[in-house]
């Protein structure tokens, strides 16, 4: 237990995070806040120089694409499913007058 949890870091904490906690309540989270930070003291007992940082968990790459087209032009495909066609165009009903 190198780091001990003050009452008023509790309160700071339940200020920041707007909670009115009772007196049993803040023990409570005491306690939990104790766990967490004896937890990150145990993780920085490990040795970690011959581990490289990064920003991720899983190796990404460039995830974009290059804007290529891949169908092309093909107007009579498009064409071919609708209702009504005028002039190589969708027709379709007047809107405004």
């Known amino acids: 237990m190198a780091n001990v949890i003050s009452d008023e870091t509790m309160e700071y904490v339940g200020i920041l995070a707007k909670l009115e ?3 049993e309540e803040k023990e409570s989270a005491r306690q939990d806040m104790q766990k967490m ?24 790459g460039n995830v974009f694409r290059e ?7 093909d107007r009579d495909a498009m064409l071919a499913n609708a209702p009504e066609v005028k002039e190589g165009h969708y027709k379709v009903p007047k809107t405004v007058e």
Not at 37 to 60: A, C, G, Q, R, W
Not at 67 to 73: A, I
């Open 21 to 23: 906690l009772k007196d």
């Open 67 to 73: 804007d290529e087209v891949t169908n092309g032009d």
């Open 37 to 60: 930070l004896d937890y990150v003291d145990k993780l920085n007992e490990l040795d970690t120089s011959k581990v490289e940082p990064m920003t991720h968990i899983f190796e990404m």
